[in-house]
Structure formats: C-alpha cells, structure tokens
C-alpha cells in the first residue's frame, strides 16, 4: 500500500521539476504583493514604470513580472482602497528577484476598501456576508504549516462539532447547530468522493479556504441537510506552481501532500496534479476513569476452585493500557486536464482520481468493544468532467455543469480467532471465532448544472438555477458463505437516489445596504431496497419465501429568504428563515458494512429554522482590525435523526420532536501584522420537543424539555499568535501561536436518567496547543513545530471513546512559484 503511493508522490514531484526547469532564463521579478495586517491584496497592479510590462496579484497577493533585460527597475504598485508606492529594484545577478510589497490602507477610501481592498479570500467571504448568510470562513493559507486535517481546524469554528471515535482515519459525526450537515468539494458532494476524502484525511495544504454556511446556504450548493454546508474550496493556481509539503509527529503519524500545476499561456491548455498521503499508528495510550464510568477491560485471570476443581475465570479491569492493531493508511492522486480562460470556456476540465486506504479496525461503539483482528481497505476510482463559462448563448448567463462516476470497492475482514481485551493479548474461549470477509460494492454519480442570469446591467438582480443528481448503488457480498441460504442473502442490490432543484433570486435594494435571497427547493428521494425472506431446513432444503424488492419515491417542498442590511459600511444585520429537510444517507438507511448498522425505516428530518446576527468589521488608524459576529439560532425540528448504540455498532434512528436553540460569538482582533487574537463560543441545547409512541411509556413524558444526550452544548475557542516579518533576515517570517479548547462535561444519556453519581457523561475537557512556525526566502520555504494538548489532558468524543494524549509534530514546505 505505501509504496504505491510513495510512487504517485514520487512521479508528480519529477513531473513538476521537470516543468519547472523549463522556465525562462530571462530577468524575471515575483513576490506577493500585502497589506499592513499581512493579508493578501489580489487584483493589485505591479508594473514597470515607463514600459508596458505590468500584471495584476492573484487571489494570495502572488506576482510575477517575467522578460526583463535590465537589472535596474522602477516598481510601482497600485490598488483601489491603498496608497500607491513606487520603488526601485536592483535585480540579481541570478535571474531572479523575490521582493514583497505592503501597502498602506487609503483612510479616505474607506468605503472603497471594504469592496476593492482585499484578497480573494476576504472579497468572498464579505459578498457572502452581505448576502445575508450565517457564515464562517476559514482562510487555509493562515494555517498552511500546521500537521492537520480539516477536521482539527473546523472543530474550532463556532458552532460546529466533530465526534470522533479514536484517532487518524475513524469515523466522525460532522453537525453544525447540532444538525447533519453537508459536505462540498469545490461544490461537489463529498460523500461520493470515498472515505479516503473526508475531513480527516485531506491536509490543509491542499485547501485555499473553508466555507462553514449555518442553516440557510447559497443556491449553488444542493443541500438536503437542516444543519448547513460545508464547501472546501481547494488551491488553483492559473501558472505553473508547485508546494510539497511532510509532516511527522507522534503516534508514527506521517502527513505527505504535493500541489503541481503549469500552464501554457497561449493555448490556455494547463494540467494540474494534487496528491496526498497519510498514516499513523494510533497507538497512543488509553486510561481508565472510573468517575465517568470508563474502565478499561485487560485480560481473564484463570483460578481454580480447590474444592470443586472448577476453573473460574475473571474479568480484571486495569488502568492503562497502549491502543494495538489500530493503524490506518490513506492516500489519493488526481490528475486534470484541459484550458483556462479561453474564448469557448472560462474553464473546461477533464480529470481522474484515485484514492485508497487500510484501516484497522480496533474499537467498536463504546470504550470495551474490542476486535483485535478486525480491517478494512478500500479502492475508489473516479473520472470526471467540469465545464464553466459566463457570458454562455447570452451575456449575462453564467453556467456551471460538473458530472462524475464513482466506483467504490471496500473489503472487511475479521481474522482474529480469539477474544481480545485491552491487554492486548489474546484470550481463548471455549470456541474459535468465526471468521468473517464482506465485500461492498457502490457505484455513484453525480450531474451538477448550475445557472445564474444577471437580470439588469449592474448585476443588482440575479435568478438562480440549480439541479443536482446523486445516485449511489449498493450491494453487499459474504464471501466466506458456503451455504446456498447464506449466498442468497448476499450481493442484494440497494440504491438511494437523489434529486435537488433550487431556485434562487437575489437582488440589491436601497443603494446596496439590503440584499435578499428567496429561494425555493424541491427534493426528490428514490429507494430501492431488495430484501430475501427465503426460509431453508437445517440441512439447506428451501422451504418457503421468495427474493422481492421494496421501491419507494417521496418527494418534498422548503422554501426560505436571507436578508441583510448595511447600517454603515463596517455594521450590519442579517437573518435568515427556511423550512427544509434532511434525506438520509445510504449509510445510514443500508450500513457501511463497518461500524454503522442499516435502519431502512430512517424517515427524513424536517425543521423551520431561524437565524439572526449582526456583524462588525472596522479598520482603525489602518493599523488595527476587529471583527464581531454574533448569531442566534433556533431549530423546531420533526423526525430528529440522532445516532445511538446497538451492540458494538452505530446507528441512526429518529426522534418526534426537537428544539435547538443557541447564541454564538465569533470575535477576532489584528494588529498590523504583528498579532492576532480570535476568540469564539457556542451555546447549543437540544431538548425533547414531541415524544413518538416508541418513545411513550411510563415516566416517558419527564423527557420532553430535556436535554438530548450525547452532545456538547457549551464549547470555545481562545487562539493567540504573535509574529515578526524579516526579523531572521530579508524575506522571513516567525510566528508562534497559542491555542486553546473547551468543552463543558456533557451527560450520555437524557440528564433525567439515574442520580448525578451514576449518570454517564463526558467531562469537561481544556485543551491547550502550541505552534511555532518559520519561513524564509519570501515563503518559499516553511518549517513549524506543533505541542498538542500540553497538559496531557484525559479527552473523549463519540459515547465517552477516548482520543489522544500529548503529541508532538514538525512539518517542512517548500513552494516553487
């Protein structure tokens, strides 16, 4: 498995080397182009003053001036909403000048800089903003030197929660508000991507910016969840690029990514390549805590009775023990083809990725469901096709038409013969576990259109169209069934079938200060679930019954607004209202054939959900940046789905009636480019709303107002980072950074439910971290150190599962522009 992919990494990295060797010999001068708090400013001009030779940044502030035959050049840098500077460059003999640019905020341009003066990053993140959405945008290139997935980095957005159930490569519950939520790469469902791209699996490297939508989301993402969208927007550069980056850490954890891309600026023609790979052992130590009711089962200890002669055995429990048989390895490349920016099509791609994984599986549902001998490895294979143009048949139609196939084979094996507890050694029982091997075949597509039509000339009033299809179809295989019985029962074809219209108008009133967005959704689901009542003798006789499928189609209606309103360029209110609903997931209604059970009688959640905040974002004296948002949220919520335990498995059922409720801050605040500061806290309860008559029962009515369990409800973010440009020389930059967690104990179970000294819960939980990152020549190179949870900390997730301990990591990055 490992050399295949040290051979993907290997190949891109020769590939791009050797693209770049190819570069002119002529003078040529690049950098980026930042403002005082070291953000990027994109559309900027660079220019050679008295010539025509100029370009404008791209969306990270990056530059490049190529074809010059002196070494003695005037520089002049301009951008709407700054103060013009000019400077003379003495070139190098070398060929090539790194030089960076900060420019001054214009204060009399004020209003100006909130539109013009900003990256690309910043630019989306306030035209999402004054759309009227509950949003948070994570910018990638703030955290480009840390060893982490997404999954480490959204947990620290608010309102957002990510239970896991152990370490690299586990399973997660992603919510937002308490509610599934959606997951998007570049716009496109993440679910049909393999389990080898998900949150905690893709590096940051890889990634540009991280769009968290909290209820209510744009037009162009097709959701059908209540809790909002996540979309990752990944890193495109339109020139040739490279950046590769390792990281190595504690647990034997190993993180590889390589972004490698070149264009033809002619032809338009470019190829793009991104790969990555990821290991760990996840043998970091377990702990009893008998407080919160979590003892670690070790081994029998065999006596014998000295008047029956009887041997007994008990079950002895002990204090801490090391995680076995628990690595997990991932790894994915991709390849695209095809032009940018040419006359047919602003963008027309064709590509291909591959991705697999090997996962032990170690733990089940909860703290003492042990397999020991229990993976799973997983191939996936997809090609796909994109096309992007404005100005499509008409001038102001713009569309979006994206189409791929997946193919997902997983294999799950249990080879342990014997029963294994935490001890790690193997304990014989009267009789020798079964064996087991399932093989999972799923087949998914994906047809995405989207179009936008500017209804007038200043773009003030926009329809949108959007369609999405999901198919994914499932079958099943036992492959050690010997019997015929046993056969029949195996490869039963199971599909889920998705269809999602939306349409949206959008539009600018009163001079820009208000904005709306009313849309309307339709969801259409397709089931089909083949099912054997086949009954056989015990000698495999065929008795009665027959193989039938159960097909049905439901379809539903939502409909919602946002709004926002400018009180003054720097203040402004939103909110938002829909009805709208969550279809299940193929997971959820078959099983993954790993550590979640099928419940085909899921029914779709449905809510009337409600946002309000307003927001703040000033700059003072130019030197100073502080940014305020505060949102209230609330859910009435039908069919609410919630994951429970069954036996060592997982599995999603529904409950009548929930209400969500909640109130978050997000606060940050920059000086220059010297220090930052960003703090955030979530208030999220979730209470028995309406009882369904599974749910009745005697004392049953004591439940309704109270707290669902298994889920935070107070939790924050305090972060600090301190940093110093050219300090260690000319194009340098050090920055250390201090983080820190918090979780407020939370019961497992409805706090009714037991006295306070016998209720399970997960206690409060502090987690501090820290970083310390340096780069050289203009960023080219990178080098950080991470401390993770410094005070060793007893930390929990998913049923009181238990995560890691202190750990240390070092990451290295090299960017060839």
């Known amino acids: 498995m490992q050399y295949k992919q040290y051979f993907v990494v290997g190949i891109l990295f020769f590939l791009s080397l050797t693209l770049y060797a190819q570069e002119s010999t002529q003078h040529s001068l690049y950098g980026y182009v930042k403002d005082v708090f070291g953000k990027p400013v994109s559309g900027a001009t660079v220019s050679i003053s008295g010539t025509d030779i100029g370009v404008t940044t791209e969306s990270d502030g990056f530059y490049r001036l190529s074809k010059i035959s002196t070494s003695l050049v005037n520089i002049r840098i301009s951008s709407v909403g700054f103060i013009p500077e000019e400077l003379q460059i003495v070139l190098s003999a070398t060929k090539e000048t790194a030089h960076d640019f900060q420019l001054k905020r214009d204060e009399k341009s004020i209003g ?115 809790g909002g969208a996540v979309n990752i927007i990944t890193k495109r550069k339109n020139r040739q690029f490279f950046d590769f980056s390792y990281g190595y850490g504690s647990f034997n954890t190993h993180q590889a990514s390589l972004i490698a891309s070149v264009r033809n600026p002619k032809t338009g023609l470019m190829v793009k390549a991104d790969a990555f790979y990821n290991h760990s052992d996840n043998d970091y130590m377990m702990y009893s805590n008998p407080k919160y009711g979590i003892d670690l089962e070790g081994y029998f200890d065999e006596s014998v009775d000295e008047e029956s002669g009887i041997v007994q055995r008990q079950l002895v429990k002990i204090g801490k023990a090391r995680r076995f048989n628990d690595a997990y390895s991932s790894g994915m490349g991709k390849i695209e083809t095809g032009f940018e920016n040419v006359k047919w099509a602003d963008r027309f791609f064709v590509g291909l990725t591959y991705s697999k994984n090997h996962n032990q599986l170690l733990q089940g549902s909860s703290i003492n469901s042990l397999y020991g001998g229990r993976w799973s490895e997983e191939n996936f294979f997809t090609p796909s096709i994109q096309y992007r143009k404005n100005s499509f048949l008409l001038p102001n139609l713009f569309v979006d038409i994206y189409a791929s196939y997946g193919n997902n084979r997983k294999d799950v094996r249990d080879t342990a013969q014997h029963v294994y507890y935490w001890a790690g050694i193997p304990q014989a029982v009267d009789t020798i576990r079964e064996q087991t091997y399932d093989k999972l075949i799923n087949k998914s597509y994906i047809a995405k259109a989207d179009f936008s039509y500017n209804l007038n000339s200043k773009k003030t009033q926009i329809l949108n169209l959007s369609y999405n299809l999901t198919t994914n179809q499932q079958k099943t295989y036992n492959m050690l069934a010997e019997r015929e019985a046993d056969r029949d029962q195996s490869g039963l074809p199971k599909s889920l079938k998705k269809h999602l219209i939306n349409i949206a108008w959008q539009g600018q009133w009163l001079n820009d200060k208000l904005t709306s967005v009313a849309f309307v959704k339709y969801y259409g689901m397709d089931v089909l679930n083949t099912k054997n009542d086949r009954t056989y003798s015990s000698d495999g006789t065929y008795l009665s019954g ?34 709208s609903y969550t279809l299940p997931e193929v997971s959820q209604l078959f099983g993954d054939g790993v550590n979640v059970l099928g419940n085909p009688d899921l029914k779709p959640a449905e809510s009337n959900n409600l946002n309000a905040g307003v927001f703040f974002n000033s700059y003072i004296s130019g030197v100073h940046f502080v940014n305020l948002d505060i949102t209230a949220f609330l859910r009435n919520t039908g069919n609410y789905i919630q994951t429970t335990q069954e036996g060592n498995y997982f599995i999603a059922d529904n409950i009548e009636g929930a209400r969500l409720y909640g109130l978050e801050l997000d606060a940050r605040y920059g000086y220059k480019d010297l220090i930052r500061v960003t703090f955030n806290g979530s208030y999220d309860r979730a209470i028995f709303d309406e009882l369904g008559t599974e749910e009745q029962g005697e004392g049953a009515q004591a439940l309704l107002g109270q707290q669902i369990g298994n889920r935070p409800w107070l939790y924050g973010n305090f972060d600090v980072s301190f940093g110093k440009n050219d300090w260690l020389g000319s194009g340098t930059r050090i920055e250390l950074t201090a983080m820190n967690q918090y979780t407020k104990q939370f019961y497992l179970s409805p706090s009714i439910y037991g006295s306070p000294s016998t209720k399970s819960s997960v206690p409060s939980q502090y987690v501090h971290s820290v970083l310390l990152s340096f780069s050289w020549k203009h960023n080219r190179y990178g080098i950080s150190a991470e401390a993770r949870n410094l005070t060793d900390s007893r930390l929990y997730d998913n049923f009181g599962l238990q995560k890691a301990g202190r750990s240390f990591y070092t990451k290295f990055r090299v960017s060839i522009l």
Do not use: C, W
Request: hydrophobic share 40%; no cysteine; charged share 25%.
């Open 112 to 226: 100006e800089v909130a539109v013009f003066g900003k990256s690309e990053n910043q630019r989306k993140v306030q035209e999402i903003k004054q759309s009227g959405y509950a949003v948070n945008v994570i910018d990638m290139n703030e955290h480009v030197d840390k060893v982490a997935d997404l999954n480490q980095l959204l947990r620290r957005s608010p309102g957002v929660t990510i239970r896991e159930d152990g370490g690299m490569g586990s399973d997660f519950a992603f919510k937002i508000n308490g509610l599934d939520a959606k997951i998007f790469i570049d716009g496109v469902p993440m679910e049909n991507f393999g389990s080898s791209m998900t949150l905690n699996n893709i590096p940051v490297s890889l990634v540009d910016r991280v769009e968290v939508y909290k209820g209510v989301v744009p037009a162009y993402l097709p959701t059908d969840v209540l």
């Open 546 to 579: 027959s193989i039938y499928e159960e097909h049905s189609y439901k379809s539903y209606k939502a409909m919602g607004f946002t709004l926002r309103y400018l009180l003054k360029n720097d203040i402004g209110l939103k909110a938002s209202a829909e009805k």
